[in-house]
């Protein structure tokens, strides 16, 4: 979509840095943000050179206010309008609840995950409203599908995401804009080697899908508009469980997670 403008939270690496390269490719308009300022300009000259109509680099903190008001008044001044909204910005854990030596880890990841998210799209709202057929897409998690174990909080705030924005997307679909979830499985991202807690957890990502496959997974469901989008086996299988197998969804997320786990 030539022209479109298109912001991504957490475009520093990843998937978020993967999908920035997408938008790239088609000629948008990026506004990128994360809060690791060197990373983040490297992706954005990668971005330039990909064929990014311009690129926008925003040192920004999803979980403070003052961060997101000012980055949503500067794009009001230039553009005046969002045609995309992609909220990718994401902290995971690796541990068991009764090995977490300080609650605030938790709420740190809700604060990042949830209210980071949440705070974005309701100030972002009144722009994305400006824009015939405008995108919000969140990247959620399997882990926001099936609760998975020593990754309690993560999967709290995936939960949390999901209940949100399909309620928001039933409120705003009056206003012609579609919501899409997106719920990846393990992916080779950094997140699975920063996840938080004193003996984390690392997970094994060996055969997990790549940063790249997941964004092209999601460029393609925010063109369509889709409203949920499952990766590999791990996330279409919870789904299915989801409706006439729920009691299932305990074991099967306890076997694929202990498949996964590996101590550091």
Not at 8 to 29: P, W
Not at 60 to 83: G, P, Y
Not at 97 to 113: A, F, P
Not at 154 to 170: H, I, W
Request: net charge positive; charged share 25%.
């Amino acid at each position: 979509p030539e022209g479109k403008l298109v912001i991504i939270t957490g475009a520093s690496s990843g998937i978020g840095e993967s999908l920035a390269y997408q938008f790239a490719r088609h000629s948008c308009i990026l506004v990128l943000c994360a809060r690791r300022e060197a990373l983040l300009a490297e992706v954005s000259k990668k971005c330039k050179l990909y064929g990014a109509k311009d690129v926008i680099a925003v040192t920004a903190d999803v979980t403070k206010e003052s961060d997101i008001t000012t980055l949503i008044q500067k794009i009001e001044k230039e553009f005046n309008r969002i045609d995309c909204l992609i909220l990718n910005a994401g902290i995971s854990m690796g541990e068991r609840l009764d090995e977490v030596s300080d609650y605030n880890l938790i709420r740190k990841i809700m604060e990042v995950n949830y209210f980071g998210s949440t705070n974005f799209v309701y100030q972002a709202l009144p722009l994305l409203k400006r824009s015939p057929k405008s995108r919000i897409v969140v990247v959620s998690s399997a882990a926001g599908l099936a609760g998975a174990p020593f990754r309690t909080g993560y999967s709290g705030s995936k939960f949390a995401v999901r209940g949100f924005f399909t309620a928001l997307a039933a409120e705003i679909a009056e206003n012609d804009i579609y919501v899409t979830v997106a719920y990846p499985g393990p992916v080779r991202t950094q997140i699975n080697n920063t996840r938080l807690g004193k003996t984390p957890r690392e997970l094994d990502v060996s055969n997990a899908i790549t940063p790249e496959k997941c964004a092209q997974i999601i460029y393609e469901a925010t063109l369509n508009g889709d409203k949920e989008v499952t990766f590999e086996n791990i996330g279409r299988i919870a789904k299915i469980m989801e409706g006439p197998f729920p009691y299932l969804i305990s074991w099967f997320a306890s076997r694929v997670q202990n498949n996964l786990n590996k101590r550091k």
